[in-house]
Nanobody, 125 residues
Framework: QVQVVESGGGLVQTGDSLTLSCTAS????????LGWFRKPPEKGLQWVSSLDTSSQSTYYTQSVEGRYTISRDNAKNTLYLQMNNLTPDDTAVYYC??????????????????WGQGTQVTVSS
């Protein structure tokens, strides 16, 4: 079983930057699919970004392309999401999700077996 914990959320202003962290523990040595999702208030879950650990490829939803950067620190077993030039539309609970198998539907929540509890990001106008 894999334990996933996010951190780094908080209250910021429009234009600010924030970096989220996600640490996996337990049986996490074979993780190949790493991703971030978010749930804005009164909206459904949205895919944000994914990283393929085998190819080192990264993927982003259009609304965050150029502003967000997904990366990992192998030594610390930690996944990061650097978010720049934030707007109120970025306000959401952000979730880290991981899986041991890479799938082409990296944007689908059903492709991830392990999820964190979420961390709140609030961007004021």
């Amino acid at each position: 079983q894999v334990q996933v914990v996010e951190s780094g959320g908080g209250l910021v202003q429009t234009g600010d930057s924030l970096t989220l962290s996600c640490t996996a523990s337990g049986d996490s040595s074979t993780l190949k699919m790493l991703g971030w999702f978010r749930k804005p208030p009164e909206k459904g879950l949205q895919w944000v970004s994914s990283l393929d650990t085998s190819s080192q490829s990264t993927y982003y939803t259009q609304s965050v392309e150029g502003r967000y950067t997904i990366s990992r620190d192998n030594a610390k077993n930690t996944l990061y999401l650097q978010m720049n030039n934030l707007t109120p539309d970025d306000t959401a609970v952000y979730y880290c999700a991981v899986d041991s198998t890479w799938r082409v539907r990296y944007y689908s929540q059903s492709s991830y077996a392990y999820w964190g509890q979420g961390t709140q990001v609030t961007v004021s106008s």
